[in-house]
C-alpha cells in the first residue's frame, strides 16, 4: 500500500528542467534539418537563387564534392548543429512567451542576422540589393516558418511542463 502511494506522488513530481531542456534541443536539431530541407527543395525549385550550401561549404571551400550529395547532407547535418544553439537562445530568452508572433518576430530577426550581420562572411553569396526579390521573399518565408517552429515548440512545451507541475502540485495538497 506504501509503495503505491510513493508510485502517485513520483507521477506528480514537477518533470525535470534537463528533460525540457533536452527536448527544446532536440526541437533545434529536428527543426533544422527539417528548414534546410525545405531550403534545399526551395532552391531546386527556383523560388531561391542561393542554397545553403551556398553558406556554409561554399564560400570556405570549392572543393568538388561540396556540388555532390555528400555536400548536400553535410549541410542539412550542420544546420541541424548550428539550430541546437538558435534553440537554445529562444528557450533562454524567449520560452515564456506563448504567442506565435514571437515565433515570426524571431524567424525576422535570425533572418536579419543572416542576411546583414554575418553576410560579409559568406563571400559565395550575393548581397541582399543583388538577389532576386522570389530570394528575398522565399527566404523569409522559410525563416518565418522556422521561427515559428522553435518558438511555439519550445514555449508549448514549457508551458505544458509547467502546467502538468501545477496541476500534480494541486493534487499533492489534496
Request: hydrophobic content about 45%.
Amino acid at each position: 500500500m506504501h509503495n503505491l502511494e510513493d508510485k502517485k506522488l513520483e507521477q506528480n513530481k514537477p518533470e525535470d528542467t534537463s528533460t525540457l531542456l533536452g527536448r527544446s534541443l532536440l526541437t533545434g536539431f529536428i527543426g533544422g534539418i527539417l528548414a534546410s530541407l525545405l531550403g534545399l527543395f526551395m532552391y531546386y525549385f527556383n523560388f531561391m537563387e542561393v542554397s545553403a550550401k551556398s553558406y556554409l561549404l561554399r564560400s570556405w571551400t570549392t572543393a568538388g564534392w561540396t556540388d555532390t550529395w555528400l555536400g548536400e547532407l553535410l549541410t542539412i547535418i550542420l544546420i541541424g548543429l548550428l539550430s541546437i544553439g538558435v534553440a537554445l537562445v529562444y528557450y533562454g530568452v524567449f520560452k515564456k512567451v506563448t504567442s506565435i508572433w514571437m515565433g515570426i518576430v524571431y524567424g525576422l530577426i535570425l533572418w536579419a542576422i543572416v542576411f546583414f550581420i554575418l553576410q560579409p562572411i559568406f563571400s559565395n553569396v550575393p548581397n541582399l540589393r543583388e538577389m532576386e526579390i522570389k530570394t528575398i521573399v522565399s527566404t523569409l518565408c522559410l525563416y518565418v516558418l522556422y521561427g515559428i517552429f522553435i518558438g511555439y515548440s519550445i514555449s508549448f512545451d514549457y508551458q505544458d511542463t509547467i502546467a502538468t507541475a501545477n496541476d500534480g502540485s494541486k493534487k499533492v495538497s489534496n
